[in-house]
């Protein structure tokens, strides 16, 4: 089955899941690319940076950019495969012989032209800044897969880990779906979930749960191959969405005792 995935260009919190699953699961499938959007998308850069600057709080920002400084920095030195850590995605796919690509917006004519010519039978999105279009969606064979990190249908939208925490929920979910025009609602593949530590920053559980999604996903992969996956209809109507957290909401998350870094 030939594989392809469509990401974020996040080397914090997204390449985690991209080295975990590269490290277990690259010679077992065939992995056409990596298809890299933008990290965030469409979402202003300065807005971004004060959105950070609030969730992070000034000392945890500094260490933030000292990160995504030092990851910029390193992401050309040649890595091995099986290396401890990675830098960049680049690298990482360098390392283990796999494509890597930049998308503008893979809704675009031209993504779909490629993604048709390269014959993936399966599009993965992981942490996709974009809602995919129809026209995406029906182009692989085997349609499209999302994993969420949260108990679908419940915190369907952005930054669900940081919801659960918020929310004070003792774990977060992991479901891998069907892709379907409205966001999250595809019929789920499997689910799981992870106890959250006393004490864990949102920093340490995103990638921690990125990490577990790889082998979430690799299982679900393995179960289409074999034609043994079982999808279950969600019900939506017992959902919850949330969107980007405002500043009031940020600032009441680390009133309420949790830490983002």
Request: hydrophobic share 35%.
């Amino acid at each position: 089955m030939n594989i392809e995935f469509l990401t974020q260009d996040d080397p914090l919190y997204i390449l985690p899941f991209f080295e975990e699953f590269f490290r277990n699961y690259v010679s077992e499938f065939n992995i056409l690319q990596v298809s890299c959007c933008r990290p965030m998308g469409k979402r202003s850069r300065w807005k971004l940076l004060k959105e950070l600057a609030c969730l992070y709080r000034p000392f945890g920002f500094v260490r933030l950019m000292t990160r995504v400084a030092a990851s910029r920095a390193l992401s050309m030195v040649p890595m091995r495969r099986r290396s401890s850590s990675y830098h960049s995605f680049g690298q990482l796919c360098r390392a283990y012989s796999v494509g890597c690509s930049r998308v503008a917006n893979p809704n675009s004519s031209e993504y779909v032209e490629g993604l048709r010519a390269r014959q993936a039978d399966l599009l993965i999105s992981v942490a996709c800044p974009y809602i995919l279009k129809e026209h995406v969606l029906g182009t692989p064979r085997q349609g499209c897969l999302n994993i969420h990190h949260a108990p679908l249908p419940r915190y369907k939208g952005m930054m669900p880990t940081f919801w659960q925490m918020y929310h004070g929920e003792p774990k977060v979910g992991v479901t891998v779906h069907y892709m379907v025009p409205k966001v999250d609602e595809g019929a789920a593949l499997l689910q799981s979930e992870l106890a959250i530590e006393p004490g864990e920053t949102l920093d340490h559980l995103i990638r921690r749960s990125k990490r577990h999604g790889a082998h979430c996903m690799a299982q679900v992969i393995r179960q289409i191959e074999s034609r043994t996956h079982v999808a279950h209809k969600l019900n939506n109507e017992q959902g919850t969405y949330f969107t980007f957290p405002t500043f009031q909401e940020m600032r009441e998350f680390h009133r309420r005792g949790f830490r983002a870094i």
